[in-house]
């Protein structure tokens, strides 16, 4: 089970680069998505790791193999990949079995019993028995979506590319589908690129997820790196709900803008330098005045501040607060017991460590 | 180094398999459209190797000609109004209210569109000729008097036919417009407090306002570039038209280069009356927007109903009942004006037409023959270009799609000037034979064909076939396992639409045939000249009943009406 690397890859369209100088790892066995809005070159990745695009600068290797540079491209037939479609791309022609079995022709290693064998398998996996010989057009887009899957799997791929393949399904469906994916994995282990725009897709399937923007990798880690600790305003961003607060740090451990005063968990801070601070809503905690005592004891930063909105969504209050002595905005998200009004002063605590300096604090 | 090899071949599918697919493509269509129109242009300018303004002058000055160009000129626009007073009240009752019949109107206008003008020009001299004509008979017979009701030999009766055949171009290009427009958009200004009569005012006409007029160019085009219907009525009432005067031109002895000059004028209006069409159907973004999910409402039409379904039964039975039955009549009898009687029967026309006649025979199996060549080689043809127009598999793919469509403002006798120009001198000799006839169908049907398989290619969405790539086949084995089979029906469509377009070609023919390639359009004319109007009638039968076979076979394939409109 080989892994793949991408150096200094570079597509351009006209004078467009649509990804530039990407480099980017996949384990072998990994589930790795590439995860950014559109129009980052997510897809376009993809395309060239397929074999469907050239290059103009860079490489793609899988294992020892070099698939992709400027001056060859092994084409798609030859890349042992296999490739599931935003619109599942099924042969309206072609049977669910014939559509499955398709991939199964250029192994010349199995027989036909084989062959039958494993398209049987597959539909039993994605439980789509019945369903054998209809049509595509016949089948339910979640359905259609399952023959994807199958046909892509049924060849044991060394690599799996999944363009979007949930964007055209329904809320609901696309949640129990992002579970059968990452279950899937889990059974194959086959070394597999994501692509899609949405992030809590991408934070259920993958192992590692790359965040990209314009055309390069902005940011590279688990779910739970890119969440708790970001390195650029557009990762906090793009990855879940954040408050940013531009400040300076004004002494070791301490970002100031105006009258705020933040202590922060993180040392490495240089002294006088402009920094970022990245903090979740939900990590900001509303308290009542009996509560401060026990707050500051906690050695959490202690702001006041005056509701300006507050709306209630049934599992959680979001407001939004005016902090004291300072022009910064807060949104808070806070337990749906509590009630405010427009135009209440409020206590905020929020522990040194919800506060997050971002390492690269001007993108 | 096992994946070197592998490597290997797959830098020789870059580039160099497709440079001759490109210059092959390309040649075709040089050799199909800038030959003929360079030589067109060069003839024109040129007298004896040196360059001269001539011929344009002798063109420009010679009052018969001059004549010739007013003449078309009100028969265009006159046609083109017309088309619309007929074309849009059609296209508005089909499109949105509650006409009883809807199904036969559009069949009706299916099979008014697919119907050779030049065979309804015909019928009409046999409803309306001043002497002869049913219609006039009965007129007479009626009432008694001494002068005919109508005479079809004039520039009003000319206009009268050209137009019941013209309409349909209309029709379909409203009524499609209008399909496009939900009843939302008009209910918004209804709850606005709008009226009716406002609501038509302020948002459906102005809507469909790019479209009547574009509507109105397409008819004028028609009606210039008609070759029959101008030769059968104009001629006898004694005035020309630019194309029976580029064709009269041609007789002995041929000034062929006084035709190019006066074709190239004629080419110039045409080309720039599409620039115009095409602007404004550029800018109609606005009419399609939010077309596809919106529901439309019937307009209830309450007393009307059944006289509008009658207005439209009287308009379908100028194009089609009249003319179909005439026709019939005149195949089945000895005399086509006596009354329709026992005595008059006769199958004799039959048989004089199909085993008698000689010339009737040859052209058959020549029409048959170049339409299934055409059709052939067409269809191949086009879906090669739109394939590699709509995959951009080469650099420069959008010049072939612009050629291939750029015929469509080549008005078939120009083309047939052009092409007798090209090709009456080496290297390529094919005046004289049906080679000549195939070039010309072949670039007549270009444009109509490339739109067809482009709009199947488009269709054919490029993953499915990247799916077979990555899944293991080569570029050819996707082709033939998973496009051909998907992009069939919609070639064959193709095919049909082409062969079509031949069998009922006359412009083009009138001018390249010989005595050993006419063709049936061509004897059709001939006959006339020996007043056989039984084997005009059979004949001309025979070419309706093969489109109609055709039409039929391709709607089931297409699996949708053939004027585009959903159902």
């Not at chain 1, 994995?185 to 259920?204: C, K, N, P, R, S």
């Not at chain 2, 004549?67 to 009240?89: D, E, R």
């Not at chain 2, 095919?495 to 390249?512: D, H, K, N, Q």
Request: some cysteine; hydrophobic content about 50%.
């Amino acid at each position: 089970m080989p892994g793949v690397t991408i150096k200094g890859l570079t597509k351009r369209y006209g004078d467009v680069a649509a990804v530039e100088g990407l480099d980017l790892q996949v384990k072998p066995g990994e589930l790795v998505s590439l995860l950014g809005p559109s129009g980052c070159g997510k897809t376009t990745t993809l395309r060239l790791v397929a074999g469907f695009l050239k290059p103009e600068a860079g490489e793609i290797w899988v294992g020892d193999r070099c698939l992709s540079s400027p001056i060859t491209v092994v084409p798609p037939e030859r890349r042992r990949m296999a490739m599931i479609f935003q619109s599942y791309a099924l042969w309206p022609h072609m049977t669910v079995a014939g559509n499955i079995a398709y991939g199964l022709r250029f192994k010349k290693e199995l027989s036909k019993a084989d062959r039958e064998k494993r398209v049987k398998e597959i539909l039993r996996i994605v439980q789509l028995e019945l369903s054998e010989s209809r049509y595509p057009g016949e089948l339910s887009g979640g359905q259609q979506q399952r023959v994807a899957v199958a046909r892509a799997l049924v060849v044991e791929p060394e690599i799996l590319l999944l363009d979007e393949p949930l964007s055209n399904l329904d809320a609901n469906l696309r949640e129990e589908m992002r579970f059968e994916i990452r279950r899937l994995h889990e059974a194959f282990g086959i070394t597999t690129l994501y692509v899609t725009h949405d992030q809590a897709e991408a934070m259920v399937i993958s192992d590692r997820i790359a965040v990209l923007r314009g055309g390069r990798a902005v940011q590279m880690g688990t779910a739970e790196d890119l969440f708790q600790r970001p390195r650029s305003r557009f990762v906090a961003e793009f990855i879940g709900k954040t408050n940013l607060v531009d400040g300076i740090a004004t002494e070791p451990g301490v970002v100031t803008r105006g009258g705020v005063r933040l202590r922060v968990a993180s040392a490495d801070l240089t002294v006088g330098a402009p920094v970022a601070l990245s903090i979740r809503p939900h990590m900001i905690e509303l308290v009542a005045d009996h509560q401060i005592g026990t707050v500051s004891a906690r050695g959490d930063n202690l702001l006041r501040g005056t509701v300006q909105r507050a709306s209630y969504l049934g599992d959680a209050v979001d407001c939004q607060i005016q902090v004291e002595g300072s022009d910064v905005i807060l949104r808070v998200v806070a337990p749906p017991g509590l009630r405010f009004r427009q135009g209440e002063t409020v206590s905020l605590a929020v522990a040194p460590s919800a506060c997050i300096p971002l390492v690269e604090s001007a993108v | 180094m096992a994946d070197r090899l592998q490597v290997f071949p797959s830098r020789l599918e870059g580039m160099d398999r497709s440079a001759p697919v490109w210059v092959m493509a390309a040649l075709a269509l040089a050799l199909l459209i800038l030959l003929p129109l360079g030589w067109l242009a060069y003839v024109s300018v040129s007298s004896e190797g040196s360059l001269t303004l001539a011929h344009y002058r002798k063109v420009f000055m010679d009052p018969r000609l001059q004549k010739a160009l007013w003449n078309t000129v009100i028969l265009a626009f006159w046609v083109g109004l017309a088309s619309l007073a007929i074309g849009v009240p059609m296209a508005w009752l089909s499109a949105r209210t509650n006409l009883p019949g809807k199904r036969l109107i559009r069949g009706l206008m299916m099979a008014s569109f697919v119907t050779p003008p030049f065979l309804g020009a015909f019928a009409w001299v046999m409803l309306a000729g001043p002497n002869a004509g049913f219609l006039n008979k009965l007129y007479r017979n009626l009432t008694g008097a001494e002068e005919p009701l109508v005479n079809i030999f004039s520039m009003s009766g000319l206009i009268f036919v050209v137009a019941i055949y013209t309409f349909p171009y209309v029709f379909i290009m409203i009524a499609n417009t209008l399909d496009l427009i939900a009843s939302d958009l008009e209910e918004a200004a209804s709850i606005l407090g709008a009226g009716r009569l406002q609501v038509a005012l302020t948002i459906t006409i102005p809507m469909v306002a790019p479209a009547i007029l574009s509507g109105f160019i397409l008819a004028v085009l028609q009606a210039l570039a008609l070759f029959g219907s101008p030769a059968i009525l104009a001629l006898p009432a004694g005035f020309h038209t630019i194309t029976t005067q580029i064709w009269a031109l041609f007789h002995y002895p041929p000034k062929t280069e006084m035709a190019a000059a006066f074709s190239i004028p004629l080419l110039l209006a045409t080309a720039l009356l599409l620039l115009l069409q095409k602007k404004l159907l550029g800018r109609r973004g606005y009419a399609s927007v939010g077309g596809k999910g919106g529901q439309r409402r019937e307009i209830p039409l309450g007393f009307w109903r059944y006289p509008a379904l009658l207005g439209c039964l009287a308009v379908m039975a100028c194009s089609i009942f009249l003319p179909y039955g005439i026709l019939a009549k005149a195949a089945l009898s000895r005399a086509w004006a006596q009354p329709m009687t026992w005595e008059n029967f006769t199958l004799a026309n039959f048989w004089f037409t199909f085993f008698e006649y000689s010339s009737t025979r040859l052209a058959i199996v020549n029409t048959l023959e170049l339409g299934i060549m055409t059709a052939c080689v067409g269809a191949g043809l086009v879906a090669l270009l739109a394939y590699i127009t709509n995959r951009k598999i080469i650099p420069g793919h959008q010049i072939l799609g612009f050629l291939a469509l750029a015929p469509v403002v080549i008005p078939g006798v120009v083309l047939a000037v052009g092409l007798f120009i090209a090709y009456t001198r080496p290297p390529l000799l094919l005046y004289g034979t049906l080679g000549i006839l195939f070039v010309a169908y072949l670039t007549k049907e270009m444009p109509v064909g490339y739109s067809q398989s482009d709009a199947t290619f488009r269709g054919i969405h490029p993953e499915l076939e990247e799916a077979g790539r990555i899944l293991g086949a080569g570029r050819l084995r996707v082709l033939r396992e998973i496009t051909a089979p998907l992009a069939l029906s919609g070639i064959i469509a193709t095919w049909c639409f082409i062969f079509i377009g031949v069998i009922r070609e006359l412009s083009a023919s009138i001018i390249l045939f010989t005595p050993n390639t006419k063709v049936m359009s061509v004897v059709i004319f001939d006959l006339k000249e020996e007043g056989q109007f039984g084997a005009i009638a059979v004949l001309g039968l025979f070419m309706l009943a093969v489109t109609f076979a055709i039409v039929v076979l391709m709607q089931s394939l297409l699996g949708r009406d053939f004027l585009g409109a959903k159902e």
